[in-house]
């Protein structure tokens, strides 16, 4: 059983930065990989980024490839997304889930409850 809780959301500007963590419960965390995803208003969730349980391999949805960053501290439980150079459509509510690599929702078994990213001016 993982627990996580995402923290970090907030709003900001066209343009800027906002980093998220993840800080999950339970000695197997280290053993999931770590997927991020969001949600928009009236939109289906969607992958945006995913890490192996080790931290090695990382993976990323087109449209945040070059913008975005996924780590993670398995020393802290903890997984971070970095986000730069944010635009309006990156507005949603952003989730952290613990499972298997993948990019679907199917793929993770353990979410958090999520922390609202508004980008605007």
């Known amino acids: 059983q993982v627990q996580l809780v995402e923290s970090g959301g907030g709003l900001v500007q066209p343009g800027g930065s906002l980093r998220l963590s993840c800080a999950g419960s339970?000695?197997?965390?280290?053993?999931?990989?770590m997927g991020w995803f969001r949600q928009a208003p009236g939109k289906e969730r969607e992958f945006v980024a995913a890490?192996?349980?080790?931290?090695?391999?990382?993976y990323y949805a087109s449209s945040v490839k070059g913008r975005f960053a996924v780590s993670r501290d398995n020393a802290k439980n903890t997984v971070y997304l970095q986000m730069n150079s944010l635009k309006p459509e990156d507005t949603a509510v952003y989730y952290c889930?613990?499972?298997?690599?993948?990019?679907?929702?199917?793929?993770?078994?353990?979410w958090g409850q999520g922390t609202q990213v508004t980008v605007s001016s």
């Open positions: 890490v192996g349980w080790s931290g090695g391999s990382t």
């Open positions: 339970g000695r197997t965390f280290s053993r999931y990989a």
């Open positions: 889930a613990a499972g298997r690599v993948g990019s679907r929702t199917d793929d993770y078994d353990y």
